[in-house]
């Protein structure tokens, strides 16, 4: 199942910038793991205010058990509010090998 993922970060107030910088990476890596192992298909940054960090991403998951394992086990979680939209085929898509000339 493909899912349509929204990320918005907020880094707690008075958290010191070596820890941000360390989560970042190891954020970073995890989401080359993810894409390694097939879930994480594509991933965009979004506009937000300032001080907050957005991402769209779309994951591939056996569920939606499955989506929240893997979610969950980022780095920055705790500082994300996620929201999650199982995605369904449209029989008008573009990338659909049926439609593709």
Same mark, same amino acid.
């Not at 910088?21 to 965009?44: I, N, Y």
């Not at 569920?63 to 086990?73: H, I, K």
């Given at each position: @199942?493909?899912?349509? =993922? ?25 989401? =080359? &793991? +993810?894409?390694?192992? &097939?879930?994480? +298909?594509?991933? *965009? ?5 300032? &001080?907050?960090?957005?991402? =769209? ?5 056996? $569920? ?14 705790? *500082? @994300? ?5 199982? +995605? ?5 898509? %573009? &990338?659909? %090998? $049926?439609?593709?000339?």
């Amino acid at each position: @199942m493909e899912f349509l =993922v929204e990320f918005e970060v907020t880094v707690p107030k008075g958290t010191p910038e070596r820890e941000v910088k360390a989560l970042d990476a190891a954020e970073s890596a995890a989401a =080359v &793991g +993810l894409a390694r192992q &097939g879930h994480l +298909l594509r991933l *965009w940054r979004a506009p937000t205010a300032r &001080g907050k960090t957005k991402a =769209v991403g779309v994951y591939d998951a056996d $569920s939606r058990a499955e989506l929240d394992t893997l979610l969950s086990a980022l780095p920055m979680s705790g *500082w @994300m509010h996620v929201t999650v939209t199982p +995605l369904a085929p449209h029989p008008n898509d %573009p &990338g659909a %090998p $049926s439609l593709r000339y």
